[in-house]
Each structure stands twice: as structure tokens, then as C-alpha cells.
């Protein structure tokens, strides 16, 4: 049986405030996959993710994530947004953070159920964050801070997870761990994370893209040094560990 | 003030201060949460164009600031979300305009506007039984809202984008929001005024923060400290004849501020004062 596809965008452009984010980016995202984008600050990972999410609408172009609209298929994406972006001195619980992620699913105007919060409790046991539940989250360091939005995302049952910059404020020692968590996850979900770091995304991943406005993507794990160098506007030398065009280390 | 309890006056101001502290324990906590102070500020100042529309009508002015609190709160939520307007012009333009406008009205109606200071400044002491029943009934609106909604509010003051992510609605609950603020300045108008509501809307809420990190528990406590101030302002002003809101509010403003350093000094690497604001 052939892999479902999980997401496609076709020949996307994007237009904020006068600024073109992205420019024809085509991509199809199938079961499993787990696909790491690269690219400068300011290439457009951010937007390529909110544009999967349905929070930034293409100009131009067509987005679907199984099959239907982005917005349509809300309780099917998991989310993890940039580090920087909370409050870190809001009064909320670990808890309560990683309840959140039930927000689609639970009833309005009610309480969470009891199978939100055994969900929830059961994601930050897998998570690794079960311990801390009630502490306040801004005490927690960045890579635990990571760790309660990663269960805030799972809880959320998706088959599409999106992670932007995951690791920024994780530290080295602890990423290796979340790396496996997320390889793992990839037998229910398809994944796709962006980050600026060459080095620390390709190892766990599986497939490999480069954003720089345009994108290049070969639904594999290989990418071509020269649009590494048109990507970054550089030329790039750190990759190819051995093997020419590859980024990665081969595999064991 | 025992004694003084046997005047109507002073019981119906006791009961407004408790009907206030409800309110403002209630909804100052996601003011000061959600970082939209100003905001509460803006719908409160813009709300005195309904004190005028009031006098101009000749009916009861905090029934021209119930639609009027509530339609500037719209503008300034969908100005922000949906404009390029930066918010804090927002802020400011709507701010002034609508107390404007509450001068014209005052300035076009005949004779003399009595008790006018009282709704800039507050005057507890004299809060009519009418406006005591209306408090009541906002304040069971705010709870009802904040009960049903207690979740959603949660998540969208903490990360309104990735509230939007999971389907909540966010945008149309951050107008809801806003139209409990201007509930509550229609609440706290006749207990500090106009002017003075956002102290009511800050500083209980603030304090309580430094006691705990659930936002319910916050909510209780800040409704608790309020009603202490309020109540502590209100026998100060009447035992020494001061103005009422005024000491209300700098009664607060002590309180605040001592606690803080008490707690500063005992707990010297936990909240405080200096908290770090990132």
C-alpha cells in the first residue's frame, strides 16, 4: 500500500506586509516521514510551518493537509511554537500547559474530562515531565520548558506534528534524548521540524529539505551542496561527511 | 464604623465594595495576566463619554456607560486585531475621543451636571440601591462568562497562537474578554471612578500573583485583597473625611507596595518587585 499522504502544498507563495516569505514552495509530506528543513533566519521556516498550520494564508498557491483545508484539520496538527514566544512569568501550571493540547477536542463551556487529564498525564509520562506537573512553568529550564509543549502537541492526538526551532533553548546534552523521542513518535505521525542547525537535524531525520524563500526537496534525505550554498548564500562546507551531496552521516 | 453601619449609606457602600472586589478580583487577574492594562485603562477613560451621554439623556449616567464601555472595548479589540493600527494608538486615540466626546454631551446639556466629580473620582458613599442591584447583575454575567469559559480564557491569555492552532476562537473570546472589562469599570465606576478604576484593575491582581501560580487561586486572592482595600479605604476616608476613591486607592497602592518589600526581604531570590519582565 502506498504511504497516505499527510500534507502537500503546491507552488505556494506568500505575501506579509509586503514581504514575500516564500516562493513557489511544493512539498508532499507522506506517513512516517520526518522531515527536517534548514535554512537562514529569515528564509521562511516560520511562515512555511504557520502556512501548514493555516494561520498565514498562501497568496498564491494551494495547501492541503489530509486532504482538506489547513484550518479544516486543526485537531490533526500538533504544534510547537517558537521558544520566545510565552510569557515566561505566567501563572499557569505544567499541567494545565500540556492540557491545553485537548482544547479541540474537549466540550466548550466545560470542564477538561477525565480523559483529557489521563491523556494529558499519560503525554508527560512519555515526555518524561510527569514529576513536575505542578510546578509553574517558567521555573522549568528551556529543555523542560520543550519537553511540556511537546506533550501539549501530543495530546492533541495529531497525525501532522510541526516543531519550530525545538532545540533553541534545549541544551546539547539533553537534545539527543528528545531527537529519539521524536523518531519514535514517527511511527504515529509524520513530523516536520525546522531549525537554522545543520549539524543536530540531520542525524534523526529522515528526510531533508532547504528553505530559503524557495525550497529544495527531493523526498529523500539528500540535498546537493550547491543548493546548500544557494540556500544560505554561502558556500557550505561542513556537510558531505564523506559521501559527496549528502548531509548526513551514513546510515549505521 | 460599627455604628456607622446603622446609616443605609454606609451599608449599601459596604456592599458595593464587596460587589467591586468580585469584579475587579475577577477580571483584573487577566488584565494583569494578558498584559493589557492600558487596554483596561483605554475602555474605562473612553467609558466617561457614556457618563455624558448619560447626563445629556437625562436618564442615569452608568446606564449611558454600560453601551458605551462595551462598544469602545469592540472598537479597541477589533482596531487591534484587525487594523495595521499600532495598539497603544489605539489605545490612546480611543482613550481621548471618548472622554472628549463625554465633554461635548455634558457641555450640550442644559443646567448644571451634579455629582459629575463623583463619577470621575468615585463617591461610594453614595451609591444608590439601583446601582446595586445593577452590580449584582454584572457580576454574575462576569462570573458565568469566566466559569463557562474558564479553559479558553486560560489558553488564549497565555498563548493566543497556539490556542488558535487547536480551533479555539480566539479572537472573538479575546473581544469577550474585553467586554468584561468594561463590565467591570461599569462595576467599580460609582466605587473609585472613572479615573481610579484602573488601580482596582491592577493592583489586587498583581499582588496576588506573588502567592501563587494558578490563576483561580489568583482570582480568590485578588477579590480578597480588593475587598480589604476597599473596605480599609472606605473606613480611612470616613473616619478622617477624605475622599473615598482616592483613598481606596492609595490604600492599594501602600499595601502593594509594602507587601512586596516584606516579602522581597524575606524571600530575597523569589517573586518580587523586580521580577524580570521578559
Known amino acids: ?252 | 464604623m460599627i455604628e456607622a453601619l446603622q446609616y443605609e449609606f454606609m451599608r449599601n457602600a459596604l456592599i458595593a465594595a464587596v460587589l467591586a472586589s468580585v469584579a475587579c478580583g475577577i477580571v483584573g487577574v487577566y488584565v494583569v495576566v494578558k498584559r493589557i492594562v492600558f487596554i483596561g485603562g483605554g475602555i474605562a477613560h473612553a467609558a466617561f463619554g457614556g457618563v455624558g451621554l448619560g447626563y445629556f439623556l437625562g436618564i442615569n449616567p452608568v446606564w449611558g456607560v454600560l453601551p458605551f464601555g462595551i462598544a469602545s472595548a469592540l472598537t479597541m479589540g477589533l482596531v487591534s486585531k484587525k487594523t495595521k493600527l499600532p495598539e497603544d494608538a489605539a489605545i490612546g486615540i480611543l482613550w481621548s475621543a471618548g472622554m472628549a466626546l463625554g465633554v461635548i454631551f455634558i457641555s450640550l446639556t442644559p443646567g448644571y451636571a451634579p455629582d459629575l466629580f463623583g463619577y470621575l473620582f468615585g463617591s461610594i458613599l453614595t451609591v444608590p440601591l439601583s446601582d446595586i442591584i445593577l452590580m449584582v447583575i454584572l457580576d454574575t454575567v462576569i462570573i458565568l462568562a469566566v466559569s463557562l469559559l474558564y479553559k479558553e480564557f486560560l489558553s488564549v491569555s497565555f498563548d493566543e497562537e497556539f490556542a488558535t492552532a487547536v480551533g479555539v476562537p480566539a479572537e472573538q473570546l479575546y473581544l469577550v474578554l474585553l467586554c468584561l472589562i468594561a463590565l467591570t469599570v461599569v462595576v467599580l465606576i460609582r466605587v473609585v471612578g472613572i479615573i481610579l478604576v484602573i488601580a482596582l484593575l491592577t493592583i489586587p491582581a498583581a499582588l496576588s500573583k506573588q502567592f501563587t501560580h494558578s490563576l483561580k487561586k489568583m482570582m480568590f486572592l485578588s477579590a480578597l485583597f480588593s475587598a480589604a482595600f476597599t473596605i480599609c479605604g472606605l473606613w480611612l476616608s470616613y473616619s478622617f473625611n477624605l475622599p473615598s476613591g482616592a483613598t481606596i486607592v492609595l490604600v492599594s497602592g501602600v499595601c502593594f507596595f509594602l507587601v512586596s518589600l516584606i516579602r522581597k526581604a524575606a524571600l530575597p531570590h523569589s517573586a518580587g518587585l523586580h521580577e524580570k519582565g521578559d
Open chain 1, 1 to 252: 500500500m502506498a504511504p497516505q499522504e499527510i500534507a502537500s502544498l503546491k507552488d505556494v507563495w506568500t505575501d506579509y506586509d509586503g514581504v514575500t516569505a516564500l516562493e513557489g514552495v511544493t512539498l508532499s509530506l507522506y506517513e512516517h516521514d520526518f522531515l527536517g528543513i534548514i535554512g537562514p533566519n529569515g528564509g521562511g521556516k516560520t511562515t512555511l510551518i504557520k502556512v501548514m498550520l493555516g494561520l498565514v494564508k498562501p497568496s498564491r498557491g494551494q495547501v492541503t493537509v489530509l486532504g482538506d483545508a489547513p484550518e479544516k484539520q486543526r485537531k490533526l496538527i500538533g504544534y510547537i511554537p517558537q521558544y520566545s514566544l510565552f510569557d515566561r512569568d505566567f501563572p499557569v501550571s505544567v499541567l494545565d500547559v500540556a492540557l491545553m493540547g485537548r482544547l479541540g477536542r474537549a466540550r466548550r463551556f466545560r470542564k477538561y474530562s477525565d480523559a483529557d487529564e489521563e491523556t494529558t498525564l499519560g503525554a508527560l509520562e512519555t515526555v518524561g515531565m510527569l514529576d513536575l506537573k505542578d510546578s509553574q512553568i517558567g521555573k522549568l529550564s528551556g529543555g523542560q520548558q520543550q519537553r511540556v509543549f511537546l506533550a501539549r502537541a501530543l495530546v492533541t492526538e495529531p497525525k501532522l506534528l510541526l516543531l519550530d526551532e525545538p532545540m533553541a533553548s534545549v541544551d546539547v546534552s539533553l537534545q539527543t534524548g528528545l531527537y529519539e523521542l521524536l523518531e519514535k513518535l514517527t511511527e504515529k505521525m509524520a513530523i516536520v521540524m525546522v531549525s537554522h542547525d545543520i549539524g543536530a537535524i540531520s542525524v534523526h531525520v529522515n528526510k531533508i529539505a532547504c528553505l530559503n524563500r524557495k525550497l529544495f526537496y527531493h523526498n529523500s534525505k539528500e540535498i546537493r551542496a550547491e543548493e546548500l550554498e544557494a540556500t544560505y548564500k554561502c558556500p557550505v562546507q561542513l556537510i558531505a561527511h564523506g559521501v559527496p551531496h549528502r548531509v548526513l552521516k551514513k546510515h549505521k
